[in-house]
């Protein structure tokens, strides 16, 4: 069993395949935490809290309790507001008379096989064949018939355990939920090192990590998408761990909207974490008898170093929460014509293009910005997702060339957003996201749609459905190049004006559904002028997000090893582009170009007509090897060969088969240093018995560990893939 509940204790031990998570059930019925960490076998040793031999009337404790029972210096599972806990918490909840102050007891609980599925929220799911088993925990607010449950689902093999929080209102009176975290996870002591995605635009997802210090440390956003500057997930590392080997600890919140995530070091020496929707300018009316599901948080723990926490992720997030078998599954080899034509192209240009494509083996062509209403810059027509046939002809025409050539077909939208000179505009003005009498922010030109009101989430699915019905469409990339903002809608009363934010977010996850189940086969890429809404939610929907609007291979690869800190590579969107690149200006061998951005789904984001023969040359190979290496790479367990929290003159990276009969080795030098000593990668993972082909050598998997192989690159910008094979 995964979840077991030892009677006599009021014991919960839950039981993943690396790790463990123990807390119980107190005197007074609060759930304390005990062990989260490397596995544990029984119940013994997992001893109850220890009673503090001093106290502080500064740690008040409640009437007819005992000093000791301080939830000032409990470590617990969950915490309310206001109630002589002062830490950061999980729940502030205002009732009818004005009051804040939460909390909440113990009541029952009950194991069951499998996981639900959140309603209109990112959910992880459990195969029919997995041992998956939850535990709901009742909680009930000292006052009144406000319940709290707290959920965990074990998912064993994959050593996560996802969380999340249901308040129901039991009360003869309205609620306002004000926080509402999805986890809190209370750790023993403070020593550990603080890892984070942060960057911007062009620049997203680079690591950074920091020692914890007294106070708090958090990320956060209230952008409205979880955005460029951090991504909703986080890393606790002990001071000595590594990439390879100590204690590390992964949060990761399945959400895409304003988000916060937050450590306190506080005076006992522990630690708190808490995750969630982040309550700056958000608020939650729950009438008698509604309840409000919070998004699941993904924690898993490695004792093989930050390594470990992300093959626990990857291994998680492509079996449980990436939609049919997409992350596994070969995605189309695709040029996008952004990179290529800009706004500038008609149907001639892109036959020219999917000709082109064709004769070098790739499979998609992707139509980006420029193809409706009367778009020609971006100043205009988002919103009206009809066909510029002016431009483009016929588009069911120009699919069915395309389709002739043996390619397929995919186009963009950027359905959340609306262009002041627009038909749409023009004829619902009120649709707009505003507060009326304000002056409204404009970004890239263009508005935003009000996904929290129904018509407006009706009216995008109708018209998208119609466009995807009219031609043999298998691929959809959704783009979003602007944040929220003067976030109002006229449709909601006064008092729930702090529930815009969150509906906005359910609005476009509710198109997502309605898309996927009129279309259950078409492709989805997420987009946010790259990579500003690349999160564990959106991958409930869509198996790939394009990673960066950079797509300078020396830029990508900290954007992509940092991503790779919690995310698969399966679902990291990577191109060769043009040089000098659109955003550097840079210029890297084109052998290196491809080599960077098969680590993740590759493709083109150039103007293939222009390659020269030996380019040309170049990307044949470039597919082959995507075929050849596919399996190895989106479904293998990857290891970081270089430090990836800097820029380095040489980094390196591998991917391991799961039977470790197969490897790749991806080496690129950044910067040569003249001169310069040998150099050796030494791989991680194989298998130590096993005898590997490499380079024409057959050597043993424990030699190429210890030893490595050497990599000889002298040049800037040099690159090498070396493929390893058992005999």
């Known amino acids: 069993m995964s979840v077991q509940f030892i009677e006599n204790k009021n014991l919960f031990i839950l039981s993943c395949a690396k790790l463990s998570y123990a807390f119980y059930v107190d ?171 942060s960057g911007s635009w062009t620049r997203e997802r680079h690591p950074e990590r920091t020692s914890l210090r007294s106070g708090i440390q958090a990320i956060r956003s209230v952008r409205g998408a979880s955005g460029h500057q951090n991504s909703p997930a986080v890393a606790l590392m002990a001071h000595d761990a590594t990439e390879y080997s100590g204690d590390v600890y992964g949060a990761v919140l399945a959400y895409s909207g304003n988000f916060l995530i937050e450590v306190e070091c506080e005076q006992y020496g522990t630690a708190r974490l808490c995750a969630g929707i982040n309550p700056e300018n958000f608020s939650w009316r729950l009438a008698p008898g509604e309840s409000f599901e919070t998004p699941e948080v993904y924690l898993t723990y490695s004792g093989e170093g930050l390594g470990g926490m992300s093959r626990n992720l990857h291994d998680f997030m492509r079996r449980h929460l990436i939609r049919d078998g997409w992350a596994y599954r070969k995605r189309p080899l695709l040029v996008n014509s952004w990179e290529a034509a800009y706004f500038d192209f008609d149907s001639a240009k892109l036959l020219g293009i999917a000709e082109s494509a064709a004769r070098l083996g790739i499979e998609m062509l992707v139509l980006d910005d420029g193809w409706f209403g009367v778009r020609n810059d971006d100043t205009t027509s988002l919103g009206d997702w009809f066909v510029n046939t002016e431009k483009i002809g016929d588009l069911g025409e120009l699919v069915r060339k395309i389709n002739a050539l043996g390619m397929k077909f995919g186009l963009w939208f950027e359905p959340e957003m609306i262009s002041e000179k627009s038909e749409l505009y023009r004829k619902h003005p009120e649709w707009v996201l505003h507060e009326p009498g304000r002056r409204r922010s404009i970004g890239r030109e263009q508005m935003l749609l009000d996904m929290s009101r129904p018509e407006v989430v009706q009216y995008l699915f109708e018209t998208i459905s119609n466009i995807l019905h009219s031609a043999n469409i298998e691929y959809l990339k959704w783009d979003m190049n602007r944040n929220l903002t003067e976030v109002y809608s006229d449709v909601l009363p006064p008092e729930r004006q702090g529930e815009v934010s969150h509906r906005y977010m359910l609005g476009v996850y509710r198109l997502h559904e309605m898309l996927l189940k009129e279309f259950p086969g078409l492709l989805i890429e997420g987009c946010s002028g790259g990579g500003g809404r690349f999160d564990a939610g959106m991958l409930g929907y869509v198996p790939q997000i394009w990673c960066s609007d950079d797509t300078d291979a020396m830029e990508r690869i900290l954007i992509q090893l940092g991503t790779s800190y919690f995310y698969p590579v399966s679902a990291i969107g990577a191109h060769v582009s043009v040089c000098p690149n659109h955003i550097t200006g840079r210029i890297t061998p084109f052998a290196t170009r491809g080599d960077i951005a098969l680590s993740g789904t590759f493709g083109y984001e150039l103007d293939l007509t222009k390659l020269s023969e030996e380019e040309q040359a170049l990307v044949r190979k470039q597919v082959a090897d995507y075929h050849k290496y596919h399996h190895i790479i989106a479904g293998g367990d990857l290891y970081r060969l270089s430090d990836s929290f800097k820029v380095n003159a040489f980094d390196a990276w591998m991917y391991v088969s799961r039977d470790r009969r197969e490897a790749l080795i991806t080496a690129v030098c950044r910067f040569c240093r003249p001169n310069d000593g040998v150099r050796f990668v030494r791989p991680r993972g194989l298998d130590p018995e096993m005898i590997y082909e490499v380079d024409g050598m057959q050597i043993s998997g424990a030699t190429l560990m210890s030893v490595g192989i050497q990599v000889r690159l002298n040049s800037d910008g040099a690159s090498r893939i070396y493929y390893l094979k058992a005999l």
């Open 27 to 197: 005197a007074n019925r609060r759930l304390v935490h005990l062990h989260f960490g490397g596995k544990v076998f029984g119940e013994e040793g997992l001893i109850q809290q220890e009673i503090r031999k001093s106290h502080s009337s500064f740690s008040p404790w409640a009437a007819g309790e005992k000093p000791e029972d301080s939830v000032d210096a409990l470590q617990l599972e969950f915490s309310g507001f206001n109630t002589g806990d002062f830490r950061v918490n999980s729940a502030a909840v205002q009732t009818c008379n004005g009051s804040r102050i939460t909390d909440a007891l113990y009541v029952s609980h009950r194991i069951y096989k499998g996981k639900k599925r959140l309603a209109g929220l990112p959910s992880a799911f459990a195969g029919d064949h997995d041992s998956v088993e939850t535990l709901e925990i009742t909680m009930r607010d000292t006052a009144c018939e406000l319940e709290f449950i707290l959920s965990y689902s074990v998912f064993e093999e994959c050593s996560t355990i996802v969380r999340s929080v249901k308040a129901v209102n039991g009360t003869a009176s309205p609620l306002v939920l004000e926080r509402l975290m999805s986890a809190q996870l209370d750790l023993p002591h403070t020593g550990f090192d603080f890892v984070q995605l």
